[in-house]
């Protein structure tokens, strides 16, 4: 996986991603959100720090460093949570934990830096985190500290004044293949012809629906916002999602419907989605929004 793959917390990934491709890492980073989310975003993270050869700002996937992340056992990427950190308490991360990280970070990195990954870092206590403090601050070498945590309060001010910090939605789940290819298909249609027939049939199952018609168009528009909000904020060039790679239309209906029409197409779908979550007719909803595009 990388970055370009993640499916939730698009907006964060997507943030990231420029930062890499700016070359503009900060020291430290704190990812706050549940366990799901921010371990999947902070190891992508880390292994698009280490890759050999990140393309547009993420991890190449083939490179020896991307490898051997894939794999477990890059020498470069230091992991700590309360399950390895040493000691025998088990409902704390001690200072200990924090002395051993300190010296891995001395030795001289196989690459170009060290990654280090702290999960469960609302569990490290007062001493370690006062301790991690000048780590954050000033790493060794160029390492970059991401630290994982269910929540902020139990991180002390210092810590968090020395981090770059992402609030995280809570992962959901991969959209129904046949709600995705109905919404790439109602894109295709908007993209090539203005009628609203067109646009209407292509969505006729839902408009047909009779035993769950709310739920199958909220989860419609939401996977047409995923889709659209892909097409606006992805670089030409760059790697897609794991929504949009094997889409050929993908491309064309970038080059038919311009950033400003794509925009407004996102507004469409976040405003049709609201109708629905208010109680609005479902069919109306969605006869609008064939109109709206």
Request: hydrophobic letters at 40%.
């Amino acid at each position: 996986m990388s970055l370009a793959d993640l499916f939730h917390n698009r907006a964060v990934a997507d943030q990231l991603t420029a930062l890499l491709a700016g070359g503009k890492l900060v020291h430290a980073f704190l990812f706050i959100g549940g366990k799901d989310s921010r371990l999947q975003i902070g190891k992508e993270l880390a292994k698009a720090i280490l890759c050999e050869s990140p393309a547009q700002g993420d991890s190449c996937g083939a490179c020896v460093s991307c490898r051997k992340f894939d794999h477990g056992n890059h020498e470069d990427f230091l992991y700590l949570d309360l399950e390895t950190a040493p000691g025998n308490a088990k409902t704390q991360i001690g200072v200990d934990a924090v002395e051993l990280l300190q010296e891995q970070l001395k030795l001289k990195p196989f690459g170009a830096r060290h990654a280090v990954l702290i999960e469960e870092a609302h569990l490290l206590n007062t001493a370690a985190q006062n301790k991690l403090l000048k780590t954050l601050e000033e790493p060794a070498g160029d390492s970059v500290i991401i630290l994982l945590a269910e929540k902020k309060d139990a991180l002390l001010p210092t810590v968090l004044s020395r981090c770059s910090t992402y609030y995280l939605e809570d992962e959901q789940t991969q959209p129904d293949e046949e709600m995705l290819a109905l919404a790439k298909s109602f894109l295709a249609v908007c993209a090539d012809s203005p009628l609203f027939y067109r646009r209407r049939d292509c969505i006729k199952p839902l408009l047909d629906e009779k035993g769950k018609p709310r739920e199958k168009a909220a989860e419609f528009l939401q996977t047409l916002e995923l889709l659209l909000r892909e097409a606006l904020l992805l670089p030409y060039g760059a790697q897609r999602s794991s929504l949009t790679r094997d889409w050929t239309a993908f491309e064309r209906i970038r080059e038919k419907m311009d950033q400003q029409a794509i925009a407004r197409a996102v507004e469409a779908a976040e405003e049709a989605g609201r109708c629905i979550r208010l109680g609005y007719n479902t069919g109306y909803t969605l006869k609008q929004l064939c109109l709206s595009l």
